[in-house]
C-alpha cells in the first residue's frame, strides 16, 4: 500500500514556468513532509520540509502549500530553468521521533525546456 | 559540508555471488536508513537503525540480506546471495532527529 501518492509520473514545462507537484497521504501521524531532488546517478537531496502546523514555506523559487484537511500537499517551483530537471520525490514521516520511517511517494520526473 | 559516505559507488556482481556495502553515515547522527531504489521508483526502507540496534526490518528479505551496525557508527549491508531482482540502488541515509540526509548510492548490477 503506498503510504504516499504523488502526481504527475512526469512534467514537461518551459523554461520561467511554474513547475507543481503534488501528494497525497491518509496516514494522520504524519507530522514531517520534506522533498528530494535527485539527478541521475546521485542520492536524494533534501530540498524543502514543512511541518502540518504552517500552511506554506517558502525557500527561493520553492514552496510548499500544504492542505492539512484534504491531507495533501504540493511542491511549486517558480521561474522553472533547465537546473531544475531531475526527478522530485515528496515524503512523509513521524518526524517528532527519531524512530519515524521515511514513506516516499513514486517520484515526478521534471524536464524543462529552454 | 558533512557527508554520509558509500562504496562502493558501482558494483557488478553474479547471481549466487555475495555483495557487501559499506556506510559512514553523518558524524553525531545516531539514525541509520538502508533504502533499495529501483529504477524509476521511488527509495522503499530495507533497515532502520537507532544507535546499534535495529528498530524496522520488516521491509529487510532476511533470508539472503543482513544489516549491521557493531559500534553505532558504521553499517554494513550484506546480500548472500544475490539475485538478479536484486539490481537497484543501495542508498544510505542518516539522521540526527528530523531530517534524513542520503549518500550517493551503491549501483548494484546482478548478471
Known amino acids: 500500500q503506498q503510504q504516499v501518492k504523488q502526481s504527475p509520473q512526469s512534467l514537461i514545462v518551459q523554461k520561467g514556468g511554474i513547475s507543481i507537484i503534488n501528494c497525497a497521504y491518509e496516514?494522520?501521524?504524519?507530522?514531517?513532509f520534506p522533498w528530494y531532488q535527485q539527478f541521475p546517478g546521485k542520492g536524494p537531496a533534501l530540498l524543502i520540509a514543512?511541518?502540518?502546523?504552517?500552511s506554506e514555506k517558502k525557500e527561493g523559487r520553492f514552496t510548499i502549500s500544504f492542505n492539512k484537511s484534504a491531507k495533501q500537499f504540493s511542491l511549486h517551483i517558480m521561474d522553472s530553468q533547465p537546473g531544475d530537471s531531475a526527478t522530485y520525490f515528496c515524503?512523509?514521516?513521524?518526524?517528532?521521533?527519531?524512530?519515524?520511517?521515511?514513506?516516499f511517494g513514486r517520484g515526478t520526473q521534471l524536464t524543462v525546456w529552454p | 559540508e558533512a557527508e554520509v559516505a558509500q562504496s562502493p559507488r558501482y558494483k557488478i556482481t553474479e547471481k549466487s555471488q555475495a555483495v557487501a556495502f559499506w556506510c559512514d553515515p553523518i558524524?553525531?547522527?545516531?539514525?541509520l536508513y538502508w533504502y533499495r531504489q529501483i529504477l524509476g521508483q521511488g527509495p522503499e526502507l530495507l533497515v532502520q537503525?537507532?544507535?546499534?540496534?535495529?528498530?524496522?526490518d520488516s521491509q529487510l528479505p532476511k533470508d539472503r540480506f543482513s544489516a549491521e551496525r557493531l559500534k553505532g557508527v558504521d553499517s554494513t549491508l550484506k546480500i548472500q546471495p544475490a539475485e538478479l531482482g536484486d539490481s537497484a540502488m543501495y542508498l544510505c541515509?542518516?539522521?540526527?532527529?528530523?531530517?534524513?540526509?542520503f549518500g550517493q548510492g551503491t549501483r548494484l548490477t546482478v548478471v
Open positions: 537503525f537507532q544507535d546499534e540496534s535495529v528498530v524496522d
Open positions: 541515509a542518516s539522521s540526527l532527529i528530523t531530517e534524513a540526509f
Open positions: 496516514n494522520t501521524a504524519f507530522d514531517y
Open positions: 514543512i511541518r502540518p502546523d504552517v
Open positions: 515524503a512523509a514521516k513521524t518526524g517528532g521521533s527519531t524512530l519515524g520511517r521515511l514513506y
Open positions: 558524524s553525531g547522527h545516531a539514525t
